[in-house]
């Protein structure tokens, strides 16, 4: 392996400063919406007095909005002909208003009606998840598709996509908080801080653009069919595709497991465990050791493959979610689970992209339509609806407890909601996982399926030469 590679081939081992850009260009479409993720609701009810639940419900109607988004973004990927490819394009055109409407979120006006405030809630919400992120963050993913059709070269470049997901969520973790006490600790702070992870979000994203190659595609107009395939094609074509299925309905628990876990961490450590600044210890044992093991994890993938991979790390969740709620609210308790969900997580997640990336070759074997940017816009749809309502389900289970940002001590069901979205709730998640990934042997079958492609894109120009 090189730093710099110049192999076009459909089958190419990608250079180290591809995969690194790859990696670039995930912490920079995911840090604006990990920001709003950890803390906007958080935001919401602490320092504008907003209501829970109507922010939650906002957040989950909003997802709505996204599947719309998510199809129509994973479709233009898919018809796009340009120099640059079918998704890079698409992160240049849409990272700098993905920037600016992160900032436009955090800057609500409350000195009006509070009807106008929840109107301004949901339409800079949308603003950011239904357009700008999916314009990026999709764009971003389906690039694993487009540089390489290498089995594990897609794993490799999965664990890069990965890493730099977590590497920017460590980035906020730690210095968040810090940042805002240093600017104020008031929304001003917040917008200021919001800025600046905005900033670099453009800069790494601009990176990953500059820095990848999109073979497939290049291979692809070769051999392609003249004809445009319909987004209901497209759509019928996916729901023929069972490994497909399969895996958005867990990428969807994924994002709910995700989504309330993180939501509800700040609440945890500030409500049972009496100490705010908690939760930067806590977020890092949990992003540190996945960083870890995503840079481990390749072994795993090599001896067993995505899917055993996968549930190795989701069996190693369970325990260390089991743990953390029979162990109390004890800080060595708790960061020492953090450490093993963390490191057991990145397992698991290490392999998302490239099980992905795997169910389009499948669907094309399986149905003769290849789409990859409508089913990297169905996990970025599954993420959303699984994010938003993970988060609404927090907000609901707020104001179900009762809880009270005011009061100095909150009531015992109020603390039981919050336990119930930092454990409770991702322990079920993780279980029915592993229950549907029993069913999932696309790992067994795909060599196979990749020798009859490649047979049937022979026999094509044959036809067409003759």
Known sequence: MTLFKKDLSVNANCSIAERTSVAFGSAGANMPLYVVTLYFLYFCTDYL????????????????????????????????????????????????????????????????????????????????????????????????????????????????????????????????????????????????????????????????????????????????????????????????????????????????????FMASLVYYCTVCMGNANYMSSLANGVTIFQLIALMLSFILIKRFGKAKTFNIGVVGMLVAMAIKAVGGDSFVVQMSMSALHGFTMGIASSVVSGMCSDTVEYGEWKTGVRTEGVAFGSMSLAAKIGGGLGSAILGWLLVLGGYDASAAVQSASAIFAIKAGYNYIPFISCAIMLVIMAFYKLDKEYPQIIKELEERKKNQNVTEEG
Not at 113 to 142: D, H, M, Q
Not at 151 to 176: D, K, P, S, W
Not at 209 to 234: H, Q
Request: hydrophobic share 50%; charged share 15%; aromatic share 10%.
């Open 49 to 260: 007095g907003l209501n829970s639940a109507i922010v939650g419900t906002i957040f989950l109607v909003t997802k709505m909005f996204d599947g719309v988004s998510d199809l129509v973004m994973g479709t233009i990927i898919d018809r796009t002909k340009s120099k640059m490819g079918k998704a890079r394009v698409w992160i240049l055109r849409g990272c700098i208003p993905y920037g600016i409407a992160s900032i436009l979120l955090f800057t609500i006006p409350t000195s009006v009606p509070s009807a106008v405030t929840y109107v301004y809630v949901f339409v800079a919400y949308n603003l950011v998840n239904t357009i700008t992120f999916t314009c990026c963050c999709l764009s971003v993913n389906t690039l694993n598709c487009l540089m390489t059709q290498n089995a594990y070269e897609r794993g490799i470049l999965g664990i890069f996509n990965m890493f730099g997901t977590v590497a920017g969520q460590t980035i906020i973790n730690t210095f968040t908080l810090q940042m805002l006490a240093a600017f104020g600790d008031d929304r001003k702070a917040w917008v200021i801080v919001v800025a600046i992870y905005a900033g670099i979000s453009v800069i790494l994203q601009l990176l990953c653009v500059r820095g990848v190659t999109e073979r497939v595609t290049l291979y692809g107009e070769e051999t392609e069919k003249k004809e445009t395939v319909s987004v209901i094609d497209s759509l019928k074509a996916l729901l023929h595709n069972k490994y497909w299925i399969m895996f958005t309905v867990v990428y969807t628990l994924i994002q709910i497991y995700a989504a309330v």
